[in-house]
């Protein structure tokens, strides 16, 4: 069962990285923030003071593979909420590439799940130079 996956993972301090988001575009931001809070109950019952240990991953289903992502204004809103549940690091995956970074790198933000574009070289040497370049 999952909790006690977790519990396992955490007992050998793995690093543990918990993905959740929606998986349609949701028409506004209560409704979204609404859907979120349910999912980030759970994990935070289930972790209880060991959820500033997890990274949280915040994929909105509708965009990975694709190439439309949620804004950066969203995003710092899904942060400010896992923030009020104990989460300290959050990630963000959802047709991450080097274009999209531009739009969406703040620093208090943990980093980046990145999918297709890890897959060609090219790709990804682009999404390390544009992270260089946003972190100085």
């Given at each position: ?18 993905c ?5 575009l ?41 190439t ?62 544009t ?6």
């Amino acid at each position: 069962d999952f909790s006690q996956k977790l519990q396992i993972a955490l007992g050998l301090k793995k690093q543990v990285i918990l993905c959740f988001g929606e998986k349609e575009l949701q028409k506004n931001d209560e409704s979204l923030l609404l859907h979120l809070k349910k999912q980030l109950q759970l994990y935070s019952k289930l972790l209880g003071t060991e959820a500033a240990q997890v990274t949280l991953a915040y994929e909105p289903q509708w965009s990975i593979g694709g190439t439309q992502t949620a804004s950066i204004t969203i995003i710092k809103k899904v942060l400010a909420l896992a923030q009020t549940f104990g989460f300290n690091h959050m990630l963000y995956g959802g047709s991450v590439d080097a274009d999209s970074l531009k739009l969406l790198y703040f620093p208090e933000l943990a980093g980046f799940l990145v999918g297709r574009a890890s897959t060609n070289i090219t790709s990804l040497q682009a999404i390390f130079a544009t992270l260089k370049q946003l972190s100085v």
